[in-house]
């Protein structure tokens, strides 16, 4: 046992996505903490990768950064219950207008341990069938094909921050382009 006990947690702050507690932790030496704690309710990712090699990745506008960004497929689950991979087989086909049944489980992430348990499950996609982007009312996004080398110098360049996606694109070029 690590010796830290939680003793409260108070909902401050309900939200879509996420809830906002603050908890009460005694630590092992007896003092009593303070942490804000952030339950997040999941998501997922998809590096969709074309016949010829190229990454699908999109383009949206992301309000807590007010611009433009450029990450692979990603969304939250619609439930707790929701199993991941149903989720990214909706997100993918929602955001990129791809469809696929063949997705494999590349990495778990944890984002921001330190106050926040999100939990994000990228899958790899192969096999497509285009349908139609299906998007919610406030997404705008727009679809490109890159190469993995092309995503890797946007990353080294700054020009890709999204965490998510670079964890995903690192894992996946290490997994599938280096053998």
Do not use: W
Not at 14 to 42: F, Q, R
């Amino acid at each position: 046992m690590n010796g830290f006990e939680r003793m409260n947690r108070e909902l401050v702050y309900k939200a879509n996505v996420i809830d906002i507690y603050e908890d009460t932790i005694k630590c092992p030496d007896g003092k009593i903490v303070k942490y804000d704690y952030i339950d997040h309710i999941g998501a997922v990712a998809v590096v969709p990768v074309l016949d010829d090699g190229r990454i699908l990745m999109v383009k949206q506008y992301r309000n807590a950064l007010d611009r433009d960004t450029l990450e692979i497929p990603a969304g939250k689950l619609d439930s707790k219950e929701e199993k991941p991979i149903d989720a990214a087989m909706r997100e993918l086909e929602e955001e990129t207008g791809y469809k696929s049944t063949n997705l494999e489980l590349l990495i778990t992430l944890r984002t921001t341990v330190a106050f926040c348990n999100e939990k994000i499950e990228v899958y790899v996609a192969h096999d497509f069938v285009k349908t139609a982007q299906n998007l919610d009312d406030d997404e705008d996004i727009d679809v490109y094909a890159y190469t993995i080398e092309e995503l890797c110098e946007l990353i080294y360049e700054s020009k890709i921050q999204d965490a998510k996606t670079i964890a995903a694109i690192m894992a996946y070029k290490d997994r599938y382009c280096c053998r």
